[in-house]
Every structure is written in C-alpha cells, then in structure tokens.
C-alpha cells in the first residue's frame, strides 16, 4: 500500500497530539511566554513592509486560502483518480474535510480574538489558521501519494523543498498581513499533523475492504 502499516504511527501521533494539547492550551490561558514569542516573530515579520513584499504576501496567503484548497485537493483528486490511484484521491479529500471540521470545532473552543488592525477579510477566530492548517494538508497530500512516484530524485527532492517552503511562506504570509498570530499557524501545523497521523491509520484499516468491496475503486491502486 501507498500508505502502510507503520509502527513508529503511533509514536508520532502521540507526539503530535502532546504537542497540540500544548499549545491550544497555552493559548487558552494566555499564557505570559507565548504571548512574548509572539510578540517578538510579529515584530521581526513587520519590521518592513511594502512594495514586492506585500505582492509575494497577498498572494501566498490567496493561494492558500480555504476555498483554494478545496480546489486544489479536488484537482489533485481528479488527477489521482484518473490514474488509478482512487483510493488515495477519496482518501485526500476525507483528509481535507476533517482537518476543516476539526480547525472549526478547535476554533469556537479556544475563541481567540484575531490580532488588533486585522483585516475586515478575516473574520471568525484566530486560533489555529485555518490557511495553514488547509495548505498543510494539501501539501501532505502531495509528499505522501503523489511525489514519492517522481522517479528523478533531482525533481524529487526539489519539489519537497519547495513545497515546504510555500507553508512556511504562507504560514510568514498570515502574521505579515495581520490575520493571525505566530501561535496560530505553528498550532494549525501541529494539530495538522497529528490528524494526518489519524487519517492515515483509517486508510490502512479501511482503504482495502473499501478496495474489496466496493465497485468504483475495485482497479484502484492500493
């Protein structure tokens, strides 16, 4: 399977899930120590701001926002499914849409305010970033069913990279543009995470009697 039984899984989802309760509740109490590293990344990221920066910006976070990843993940989707590889189409868009379903319950839990001067674009609460939280999936997506059949390891590894790069650039994009605070897109990361490891261990267990069973993924790759 493209996505197989792994045992180290469960370590890693242990970790994330530490990791997440860590930060969302550091956030609910306001607590002193993030407040000052956030603080501190808002000043380094707004320290100047204008002209070509403010162009790269606008267009990350455009790019990532959650209605552009639902149209990347169904292109990505399309195109697996066409390939055969049916299973990992259902089981991206599944991905997408409980990372949306937990970044919502998550935010009217914690109910953060959004930074002062935000845009009247961003609406709703501010903890986790749900642009974050969308591109991340989106480019798990990516890392795990599609570049690991780049048989270059050139292209490969440059598209690892680069895809990398575009989170953190939308992850910069957010606090830049005043939306959210540094915690918000490292706890959309985080909590991002963790699911992925969730999702995962629901592919192995139901991709193959979905495989069996069912008549439109029957030729699918497993």
């Known amino acids: 399977m493209i996505i197989d039984k792994d045992y180290t899984r469960g370590i890693r989802l242990f970790v994330g899930l530490v990791l ?24 380094q990221i707004q320290k100047t701001t204008g002209g070509f920066k ?4 606008h267009m990350a976070t455009t790019l990532a926002s959650p ?12 195109f697996m499914w066409g390939f055969k590889f049916k299973l990992q189409a259902l089981w991206g868009i ?38 974050v939280l969308g591109i991340f999936i989106v480019i798990a997506v990516v890392w795990i069913v599609i570049l690991p059949h780049i048989q270059s390891n050139l292209i490969r590894r440059l598209l690892y990279v680069l895809t990398f790069l575009f989170v953190l650039l939308v992850m910069v994009s957010r606090i830049y543009l005043n939306a959210h605070f ?16 969730v999702s995962e261990m629901f592919y192995v267990r139901y991709a193959p009697r979905l495989k069996q069973h069912w008549r439109p993924v029957l030729h699918s790759y497993l």
């Open 20 to 43: 997440s309760l860590f930060i969302t509740a550091s956030v609910m109490i306001d607590s002193g120590y993030l407040r000052f590293l956030d603080s501190i990344f808002i000043g």
């Open 54 to 57: 403010d162009t790269i910006m």
């Open 67 to 78: 209605k552009m990843d639902i149209i990347w993940i169904f292109v990505l989707a399309f």
């Open 94 to 131: 599944f991905t997408l849409a409980g990372a949306d379903v937990i970044g919502f319950i998550v935010k009217n839990i914690v109910r953060r305010d959004r930074p002062v001067f935000h845009s009247a674009s961003d609406t709703g609460f501010s903890f986790p970033s749900g642009h």
């Open 182 to 197: 540094p915690t918000d897109t490292v706890g959309a990361v985080v909590i991002g995470y963790t699911w992925v490891q």
